[in-house]
């Protein structure tokens, strides 16, 4: 069945494969009047875009953005906005040997049970490559949520055992791991180093948190924003837990210490006195800052031989060659925005038709 | 926006309030030929029921499940399955200082902000009473995966601190907490004795183990299985994270260890030699048990005196009076079983089209 | 595959057999602050009812509606809004010879064919009873779009060869025909004899207008205003053809006649010089009034013998007892204007999103 | 609100404007083992393509679909199709003056009135261009329903009051005006040649059969299969009727005449004895020839000064210049029947789910 399209009213459907002519998006229900050029998309991109560090993977690929429609004179016209970026170093050649091979804790032999074969090249539609569509989607979200005076930030929470401590915010940008703790970062890297010194990969968590967002947002009782931010983590590749507010945290808590109470400052206004929620109560934001943990696995993909099987009936020791990120958590803290922009623009969007006063607001002259 | 469907193929709407005339599901896209009576509902609904526990809620209700369509002479017809069960102990009168006030951990505020005002007698709609749709519909999920031979048993992995050693499914259902290892069931009471005394709640974490699942089931890019079930448990009210496979443990791993080989047994059938992913590669089924963990926080209703404020702009204290389980943890174990199977069962149902040859099996004659 | 919901925001899911328990429908995505009671929707499904008439089928139903969820203290609150109609007067023995028998002009053998049996009894869930549940959601729908100063009536245009001249929507109302011409209405009776005493039965055109759509409603390129009330007229049960303003006569004309000029009046006001468009122009209204019509086939239950086969692989001569309506066409005047009101509501609510001002109207604070 | 999307199993979301860099579709659903290759997709589009015919418009355009991804080896993969067409001919300044005039019969006015603005240039997203890409996706779905021996042919019923009386399907394909009747071929060229001489523009019928349908293809009760047909045939521009089997005919018809009965033939197969329905009962296909007829308004861009309003308020005589065709009937032949094969492919995938013994077949192992 379809599964390349999400959102409800701000609908992403992406396609393409690792080495296919391309990939991209067509994002469907965005609102006219937005300012967009393709260089807001490419900035993006370019947070993602691989061999920009050494722990990332040294493929070559310029991942140039262009928009071939939905676009006028600068601004959304409100029609589908469709956008490519073109594949250029596909070096089909390293696959060679994964054509029948089954490469563990890859889905190769889950495509082949699905659909029959699959395109093995570079993991096909798996890749890792595929979250460029989302990224590119992911920044017109942003642009949306911006004008709202909604920001979203993604970080490096910690690389397999080094955790952060500090929450600097501005080094994210400059930091290949994307760490707001320089100690912390210092001491990944070393990680990172004996990971792959010993043909090893590491895994990692990715916090992302939402300022912002106006109380009222999300829709009982499935489309919650949580249950709706929890599927758009776990639709990246290689997360296996997500955690919104104190998460794992809060089953071991008791309902004294869990529950955040409301209170009104001298200035009228209401607020919580803590955020043990993470920003979403019943489904629905409660105007506090918003907060997730994404928990990513190591990357399948090491140059160490393992043993395991291929699609014709032979158990054999697979050597994986190819150019790989030793860790995908830092190429991914843009991925992790992007689908949360991606959930919240959509839940605002579906959020207007929940009073009829809002009805009125726009529809009467 | 409607959020209250769940489910592409197999699609699920639920409707009903704690204290309004009743709760109820429509279940539109089974198909045709399932045996079913409401005797197959009834048994789920009496897992969750109220009042059968220390631990539980002492509202009263028989939780009676009447079929008003999509089932004749025993068996379903393919259209919509619409199933009611009217409420009965309403006493709306303990919630009347319920009202104005904004209750810590619980939706009052946040559904304020969204719909203006709310039904606030019991949660209205996002009372865990709202649950009870969910199991109906998970019932007959649940006959569709049996004659598949797909089964799903989840159960309390702990409460607090209480973790469980062995597992003995066979004790499960006779379990009030739902644990399969009666040593920590022992200490789990002891636990929840303690909150009782201290005015205070628990959470705990439910398991959900499945077995039989073909592989091929889930669909890549954003419709993954794991990203499904993700959003299904996650949409579980006080659910606050999700584990698939080894979850959080995973970031903390290397590749070499995380991978799991693939070996063909002396049968000649393939099998993973370890199960870290849970089951699921890349969003879809790999044949092995599919495993999860659900996160849920304690119950926010505690009797104790909680500082918090209403919507009348008052700080308030605020004593919660009425009925409320010291743990929604084990009346919510058949909750996950139910919206496991909705995702399996859609997800079963989509798949169905994933080839040409399946086209041809179903429709060349 | 499920089938029996209606709209993409403002979400309609009706479920029922003919001769089963009862009918209903939940509606999903209302906006909350809505005034709306059981008599809001009782006053509509009244006007369908049947008994009521001389050419309507004489079963007794009183067709009770009860609201079950979604509204408190008098108004909408957001949530689904579950309606149910039990039905009373179930005479199954009437149908016992239909139990193997396919009815000309029903959808007994397509039934079968797909689910491979079907609830035979009065037509189960292919019975035009099923319109019941439609007509409770667009009384809702209607209701939302009178505060916005949107109305819609419908009428009998012609029925069998007898067409109005005059158009008099005061006496729509009275007339239980539903045509708005006295003297039509008179020749349309005396044909109704003439079919009844023949043990025949008459189809005939409704007329549906829109007033008071504003500008800029309805999605490009599939969810074209048009598009969806042609999906919407023709699902309702033997409508046979939809035109969207001069409709077929559009294909005999030619560009210079059929396109309407804009103009702006002496008020500064834009309007068109004509509307042979319909008040709807690539998808979207274009501020004029909406006009549509549906062309329904004759009652296929007729009293006459007739030839046709079984289920069990004979020839049979088929005679249909039981009580049928000789015309459609007046109950399903309601019919029509309740899935107009459901389309339009959908398409303002869809359009809430267009523009970024929309956006910042509702949510910026 | 996105309306892009086409299907809810096979879903085709197109994209693109008449004047920006190209257009395209994104085919999500597909089944894996398809051969495809873009030639399947070229001879559908050189069917559509501008410059074949005196009567079609002069554009130069190529048409070149290149397939992006979904395909490998020759054969889909099961993920999404995405096919991209560039624009060659977009000589704009010829839409100079049209940027603020409200051209008749265009969708210029309710553009701007929906979105704030648009791009003007050759109608943007209103242009017939964007057929191109329902076209491609049509291609698709014809090979699929083409493995399942279902055949779809359109073809031009009538120009202006020229109506076919013969029909020779052999003739269609070498006809431009895709008449099955050379007479009235010989005719409605005549036709429309004095049309062109008053410089004013003709509009027509057409009328589509299907063969090989199963029966039971359609879901009750609002994705009846003539509702999403009059859907998808509405939603193509200029269509502003849409008939299913006898039609408008139906309304005059008494239910003695338009009822089919059904007969066991010798060989005992199960066949009706005339086709006044269409080969569609209750939404769900019979088993009978599908038979649908589509009305469609005269080019709204003639050549003759017509008296209309801009976006400025003024009053102006607009003179369109460009390149139109005379009549849109016979280039939209194709698009009808891409649009028939979309809801059937969709119908098909969707009813694969309708049979408990449907699921047992592709999932029992």
Redesign the interface.
């Known amino acids: 069945?379809?599964?390349?399209?999400?959102?409800?009213?701000?609908?992403v459907?992406?396609?393409?494969?690792s080495h296919?002519?391309?990939?991209?998006v067509?994002v469907?229900?965005c609102?006219?009047?937005?300012s967009l050029e393709a260089s807001d998309i490419q900035s993006y991109l370019d947070r993602r875009k691989p061999g920009q560090s050494p722990f990332a993977t040294a493929r070559k690929e310029s991942d140039q953005a262009?928009?071939?429609?939905?676009v006028?004179e600068g601004?959304t016209?409100?029609?589908?906005?469709?956008i490519?970026v073109r594949n250029q170093d596909q070096r089909s050649k390293d696959y060679g040997n994964q054509a029948e091979a089954?490469r563990?804790?890859?889905?190769d032999?889950?495509?082949d049970?699905?659909?029959?074969?699959?395109?093995y090249r570079g993991g096909?539609?798996?890749s890792g490559r595929?979250t460029l569509s989302r990224v590119a989607a992911g920044a017109i979200a942003c642009k949306?949520l911006g004008?709202?005076?909604i920001r979203i930030q993604a970080y490096t929470r910690?690389i397999?055992?080094v955790e952060i401590g500090a929450v600097d915010l501005s080094r994210i940008g400059q930091d290949p791991l994307c760490m707001p703790d320089a100690q912390a970062a210092e001491k990944a890297r070393a990680y990172l180093e004996q990971?792959r010194a010993?043909?090893?990969?590491?895994?990692?968590?990715i916090e992302c948190r939402i300022w912002g967002c106006?109380?009222?947002?999300?829709?009982?009782?499935?489309?919650?924003l949580?249950?709706?931010?929890?599927?758009?983590?776990?639709?990246i590749?290689a997360v296996?837990?997500?955690?919104?507010?104190?998460?794992?945290k809060?089953?071991?808590?008791?309902?004294?210490?869990?529950?955040?109470?409301?209170?009104?400052g001298e200035d009228?206004l209401?607020t919580k006195?803590s955020d043990h929620?993470?920003g979403?109560?019943?489904?629905?934001?409660?105007?506090s800052e918003i907060c997730l943990r994404v928990?990513?696995?190591?990357?399948?993909?090491?140059s160490?031989p393992?043993?395991?099987?291929d699609s014709s009936?032979?158990?054999i020791d697979l050597t994986i060659k190819g150019r790989h990120d030793p860790v995908i958590v830092p190429r991914a803290v843009v991925v992790v925005e992007s689908m949360a922009a991606l959930v919240l623009t959509d839940a605002?969007?579906?959020?207007?038709?929940?009073?009829?006063?809002?009805?009125?607001?726009?529809?009467?002259?």
């Open positions: 069945m379809s599964g390349s399209t999400f959102g409800k009213i701000f609908r459907t992406t396609w393409g494969e296919g002519p391309g990939l991209g067509v469907d229900g609102p006219a009047g937005l262009e928009i071939l429609s939905g006028f601004k016209t409100g029609t589908p906005i469709s490519l089954y563990p804790g890859h889905a032999y889950s495509f049970a699905k659909y029959g074969f699959r395109d096909g539609r798996s595929e949306i004008t709202l005076g910690s397999g055992p990971c010993d043909q090893d990969s590491a895994g990692g968590v106006p109380p009222g947002v999300g829709d009982p009782v499935f489309d919650k949580d249950a709706d931010l929890a599927k758009a983590m776990m639709s590749g296996k837990a997500v955690e919104i507010g104190d998460g794992t809060a089953a071991l808590s008791r309902g004294s210490q869990n529950n955040d109470g409301f209170r009104y009228g209401l006195t929620a993470g979403i109560l019943g489904g629905i934001s409660d105007g928990h990513v696995k190591p990357t399948p993909s090491i160490r393992q043993a395991t099987a009936g032979n158990n605002l969007l579906g959020g207007m038709g929940a009073r009829m006063e809002y009805l009125e607001k726009v529809w009467k002259r």
